[in-house]
C-alpha cells in the first residue's frame, strides 16, 4: 500500500521514526515534509498529503503536528478526506471499521513513538465494514456535496 505522511516543525523526528516502521513493515512510503525544524505551518503539509490521496497516487495519509488538531482541520477541508486524530489504537481502528477514514493524524507532543506505532498499526490493520457504515459515510459525502 502507498502512503503519504506529513508533518510541521514540531514533528520532524516522530514522523522519521513512523517512517522507518512504515517501510519494515513493507510499505510504500512517500514522505512530503517537511524535514526542516524551522517554524512551518500544518495547513501546508496536509493539504500535500490530502491532494496525493485524491489524485489516486496514494491510498492513505498520515498527518502529524504538536497536537494533531490543526493539521486534521485542514485535511478534512479537502473534498474526501476523512481524517481522525487518534492518541489510543481504539479509535484508531474504529475510525477505519466504522468511518473509512483516509487520513491519520495524531501528536508528536502528545504521544510517544512506541504508541504512535500501536496507532498505525490499528488504523492499517482494520478494514472498513462497509455496510450501514457505508450508508453514513455517503451521507457525510453528500454534506460535503451541498
Ligand atoms: C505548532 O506550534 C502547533 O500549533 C502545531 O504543531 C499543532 O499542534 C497545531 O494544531
Redesign the pocket.
Known sequence: MKIAIGN?H?AVDMKNEIVKYLVSKGYDVTDVGTNSSESTH?PIWAEKVGNLIISGEVTKGILI???G???SIAANKIKGIRAVVCSEPYSAKLSTQHNDTNVLAF?A?VVGVELAKMIVDSWLDAQFEGNRHQMRVDMITEIENK
Open positions: 510541521d514540531v500544518y503536528c504538536g497536537t488538531i490543526g493539521i501528536g507532543r
